[in-house]
């Protein structure tokens, strides 16, 4: 079982940057799918992107794409989300997740959450 934690979230103005981290712990995330999704209130969660156990294939929501930049570094049991020229609307809680399946855009393909972090983007 590995377990997540995520940080790096806060306050930025529009057009900043903020970069989001995933430390797992309890087993190594090599044999892992990482992602991230993130969740406004009222909504469902939204997939954001996702990078492959050996980094070498990642793939992001249109929403994201050319901003936002998944990876991960297996040796040190972490994965990241560097987000670049934010937006307000990207305003929300972003989970990470991990998945042993194939790859998937869908929440209910992944067994392994963090508790959330929140980023707010000020206009």
């Not at 103005?13 to 044999?31: E, H, K, P, V």
């Not at 050319?66 to 989970?95: C, H, W």
């Amino acid at each position: 079982q590995v377990q997540l934690v995520e940080s790096g979230g806060g306050l930025v103005q529009a057009g900043g940057s903020l970069r989001l981290s995933c430390a797992a712990s309890g087993r190594t995330i090599s044999f892992y799918r990482m992602s991230w999704f993130r969740q406004a209130p009222g909504l469902e969660r939204e997939f954001v992107a996702t990078i492959s156990r050996t980094g070498g294939s990642t793939y992001y929501a249109d929403s994201v794409k050319g901003r936002f930049t998944i990876s991960r570094d297996n040796a040190v049991n972490t994965a990241y989300l560097q987000m670049n020229s934010l937006k307000p609307e990207d305003t929300t809680v972003y989970y990470c997740a991990a998945s042993d399946r194939a790859m998937s855009t869908m929440d209910r393909d992944y067994d392994h959450w963090g508790q959330g972090t929140q980023v707010t983007v000020s206009s």
